[in-house]
């Protein structure tokens, strides 16, 4: 098939791209020529603001793909700006889980719809939940929601994490700096980097409708991290309500995501302990 890739070129991208690209597709990648990769065979690019309407008429000039994966939708008005000039077959776009309302365990894709949703045209604002929920809304003035996957997904984790989330509570344990933990016992799920590319692939040859969760099956308490991590490194964490704010607190409740539509289309995601501590391991030997 032909593929444009809106992203592609930074973290989870990558393995997303080498799979697509290893199923055959012929991948266009869409950047603003800042970046590029030795992916894992030919792909073509393009460069546009994908923020500017102009830009990608420029480029695009009303092509049309069998698929588009749309990666870094932030808001309503990117969206606009690429499907107002450019069409597809199907489109599948990188939302997120943050577009629920509520923190609890087993959340399902039922409980944010984007149809339902009204509809606000604007940038990309401080509240990423707000963008991201008027990003999938706006998808449906362009394309009927038969053809259109929201893929939704928690914290991604994994080598190449760039935010340094994990690698915070590493450090700060390493280096003996206080650290203030909100709520040690609350659980949570998350998502590897290479299963999260790979999931977008297996959507190119596996539609579904509508939103789908994706997420490694289980949780991890913050404690477990922190205990864990006391133990490879032989150091205490030190928790202290003035420390440096971790990342993860606020959550309200365990937070964890049903899976079982992407199970019902033929996937299965890894269990969060087949990797989780190893990438542990991995940021601690550095």
């Not at 590029?36 to 000039?61: C, M, N, P, Q, W």
């Not at 991201?132 to 706006?138: I, P, Y």
């Not at 509570?169 to 590319?197: R, T």
């Not at 606020?250 to 996937?267: P, V, W």
Request: charge should be negative; include cysteine.
């Amino acid at each position: 098939m032909k593929i444009l890739v809106v992203g592609g070129t930074r973290y989870f991208g990558i393995p997303m791209v080498n799979a697509l690209l290893a199923k055959g597709h012929d991948v266009t990648i869409a950047t603003r020529g800042n970046a590029k990769v030795d992916f894992d065979g030919e792909v073509s690019y393009v460069i546009f603001d994908r923020t500017d309407s102009a830009s990608v008429k420029r480029a695009l000039d009303n092509k049309k793909y069998d698929v588009i994966i749309d990666k870094i939708a932030y808001s309503s008005n990117d969206v606009k700006a690429l499907l107002e000039n450019v069409s597809c077959e199907r489109y599948i776009q990188m939302s997120t889980c943050s577009v629920y309302h509520e923190d609890h365990a087993n959340i399902s894709e039922d409980e944010f719809v984007a149809s339902e949703y009204p509809l606000e045209w604007m940038g990309r604002i401080t509240d990423y939940a707000k963008t991201k929920r008027n990003a999938e809304r706006a998808v449906l003035e362009y394309m009927d929601s038969s053809v259109c996957t929201f893929v939704r997904y928690p914290v991604v984790l994994g080598e190449n994490d760039y935010t340094g989330r994990l690698r915070f509570y590493i450090e700060h344990i390493n280096n003996e700096k206080p650290m203030f933990v909100d709520d040690l016992n609350e659980a949570m799920s998350f998502i590897h980097e290479k299963e999260a590319g790979e999931f977008l692939a297996y959507l190119a040859d596996h539609p579904l409708s509508g939103a789908v969760n994706g997420c490694s099956n289980g949780t991890i308490n913050i404690s477990d991290i922190i205990s864990y991590t006391e133990e490879k490194l032989g150091k205490k964490a030190i928790l202290d309500e003035n420390g440096d704010a971790a990342p993860f607190n606020g959550l309200k409740d365990t937070l964890s995501f049903s899976t079982e539509k992407a199970r019902e289309a033929g996937y299965t995601f890894s269990d969060l302990e087949s990797w989780i501590y190893k990438l542990i391991d991995f940021e601690i030997v550095g």
